[in-house]
């Protein structure tokens, strides 16, 4: 329909009627931008009303313009939303980042390649945090008897293929449903703990795990421990450190894309429910013993395949490698990563991976370090500093001793973890210059899951 009085067909083309309408829109657009600033307390309303705009004009489409009477649009928005769900990604973008990173991994070999050895225990790493991670992070129950897990799925593997000459990828499969049935038999006795004393009765199982690896000689080889030789899969060798490499790399991605899936399942949600409130998510209709043994059984499936590429990893499998040292460690890397995400699983492996090889260095070093401080004071001073120093360095509980205070300080000062604080960076750069400091502020909450986001 022609506006009366315009002389031009651009006119009638153009997206306003005049520039008054213009400036009146432009002026409109300024004030939105600068709303948040003036009803901080009504922002939460008023993007409900910019939804609810979009929702209107999908319906003015139908049936202002075309004549068109739905009463089931709300069906379309609940597909919408439930698609967008489903997506592993949340966008393009997102998937375009971890795409690039796959990429990068990819080359790392060609880049670093003496630091491959390393970084191959990162992996094993994270699917050990991804194995606490589901147990501790997503089902709310801390279990100090990981390493045992570890150790079975180690040794099974080991057992497995040298003894019963099965093929790699059966011993892995194997290893897996043996740990997975150790998981299930120490799930069902502890369904009716929580806290401290499944904590409490984890470490039992641990202890009664390792001195299990100490007596049976004809599994596990008693004190003189076992040799494992080189993986090969299918007649195609993978000694070398680039091929493991990218082997363990491969069950790590695969680790991460089967439990980002199955956390968005049913299984996934009723375990964040028992990790809220058993109480609720009982009145709901979930089985807590049921899904409680599932998830010690998928924890200790996942440990057991970290195993068998730890076996290989170390060439040497003897019982105190298993030690209850190594609980805390993986319980370490749930912590300081960031309890209930997967990415924090991956950022602890690499800290914990990394943090012994940066105690050993600081033993080289810092007694130097401390001596050339003190050198100001006279010679006498720089040597008893040295010696003192390095006294206290090359303690045997030094490195337990630095795992527990890391710990105490994550929960302390940074609760949600190394992940918590990189997405408090990324909210301050996106939100730039209207971030509150008082964001993250800790308040209470009914709900665990409102402290974790």
């Known amino acids: 329909m022609r506006f009366v009085f315009k002389t031009s067909y651009a006119q009638d083309l153009g997206l306003f009627r005049d520039s008054v309408q213009r400036n009146w829109y432009v002026a409109l657009l300024a004030g939105l931008l600068v709303l948040p600033n003036l009803v901080p307390e009504y922002l939460v309303d008023i993007s409900l009303v910019f939804i609810y705009g979009l929702c209107g004009l999908s319906v003015m489409v139908l049936a202002g313009?075309?004549?068109?009477?739905?009463?089931?649009?709300?069906?379309?928005?609940?597909?919408?939303?439930?698609?967008?769900?489903?997506?592993?990604?949340?966008d393009s973008v997102q998937r375009n980042w971890y795409v690039a990173l796959l990429a990068g991994l990819l080359v790392l070999p060609n880049l670093v390649?003496?630091?491959?050895?390393?970084?191959?225990?990162?992996?094993?790493y994270g699917l050990c945090g991804l194995s606490v991670m589901v147990l501790a992070g997503y089902t709310g129950l801390i279990s100090l008897g990981h390493a045992a897990f570890l150790g079975i799925g180690a040794y099974a593997h080991v057992y497995f293929i040298h003894d019963l000459g099965l093929p790699w990828v059966v011993s892995v499969a194997l290893a897996a449903a043996t740990a997975a049935a150790?998981?299930?038999?120490?799930?069902?006795?502890?369904?009716?703990?929580?806290?401290?004393?499944?904590?409490?009765?984890?470490?039992?199982?641990?202890?009664?795990?390792?001195?299990?690896?100490?007596?049976?000689?004809?599994?596990?080889?008693?004190?003189?421990?076992?040799?494992?030789?080189?993986?090969?899969?299918?007649?195609?060798?993978?000694?070398?450190?680039?091929?493991?490499?990218?082997?363990?790399?491969?069950?790590?991605?695969?680790?991460?894309?089967?439990?980002?899936?199955?956390?968005?399942?049913?299984?996934?949600?009723?375990?964040?429910?028992?990790?809220?409130?058993?109480?609720a998510a009982q009145s709901m209709g979930v089985n807590l013993g049921a899904y409680k043994t599932l998830a010690f059984a998928y924890s200790a499936g996942l440990m057991g395949v970290a195993g068998a590429l730890f076996a290989h990893k170390i060439g040497f499998l003897a019982p105190d490698i298993f030690s209850v040292?190594?609980?805390?460690?993986?319980?370490?890397?749930?912590?300081?990563?960031?309890?209930?995400?997967?990415?924090?699983?991956?950022?602890?492996?690499?800290?914990?991976a990394m943090l012994p090889v940066l105690i050993s260095q600081a033993r080289d070093s810092v007694p130097a370090w401390v001596g050339a401080m003190a050198a100001v004071f006279g010679p006498s001073a720089s040597e008893s500093a040295f010696l003192a120093t390095g006294?206290?360095?090359?303690?045997?509980?030094?490195?337990?001793?630095?795992?527990?205070?890391?710990?105490?300080?994550?929960?302390?000062?940074?609760?949600?973890?190394?992940?918590?604080?990189?997405?408090?960076?990324?909210?301050?750069?996106?939100?730039?210059?209207?971030?509150?400091?008082?964001?993250?502020?800790r308040q209470k909450a009914y709900m665990r899951s409102e402290r974790l986001r």
């Not at 004549?67 to 592993?88: D, E, K, P, R, T």
């Not at 003496?114 to 225990?121: F, K, R």
């Not at 004190?223 to 080189?230: E, F, I, Q, S, Y």
């Not at 300080?409 to 301050?428: D, S, V």
């Open 391 to 441: 006294r206290f360095v090359k303690q045997p509980g030094l490195e337990p001793g630095l795992f527990g205070l890391i710990l105490v300080l994550f929960i302390l000062f940074e609760p949600l973890g190394i992940f918590g604080r990189w997405m408090k960076i990324k909210l301050y750069f996106s939100m730039f210059p209207l971030y509150k400091r008082a964001t993250f502020r």
């Open 182 to 279: 150790a998981g299930v038999l120490v799930g069902l006795p502890a369904l009716r703990m929580t806290g401290v004393y499944l904590a409490i009765a984890t470490l039992a199982f641990a202890l009664i795990i390792q001195e299990v690896f100490t007596r049976w000689d004809h599994v596990t080889g008693g004190l003189k421990g076992r040799p494992v030789d080189k993986a090969v899969i299918f007649g195609v060798s993978f000694a070398g450190d680039v091929a493991f490499y990218l082997l363990c790399l491969g069950f790590l991605a695969g680790g991460l894309w089967l439990t980002a899936n199955l956390l968005r399942s049913p299984t996934g949600r009723a375990w964040v429910a028992i990790r809220d409130s058993e109480i």
């Open 325 to 352: 040292l190594f609980s805390i460690q993986f319980l370490l890397m749930v912590v300081v990563g960031g309890l209930g995400s997967l990415h924090g699983a991956v950022f602890g492996a690499a800290f914990v």
């Open 113 to 124: 390649p003496e630091y491959l050895v390393d970084i191959s225990l990162v992996f094993i």
């Open 65 to 90: 313009y075309t004549g068109l009477i739905s009463l089931g649009h709300a069906a379309f928005l609940g597909i919408g939303a439930y698609a967008h769900v489903l997506g592993l990604f949340r």
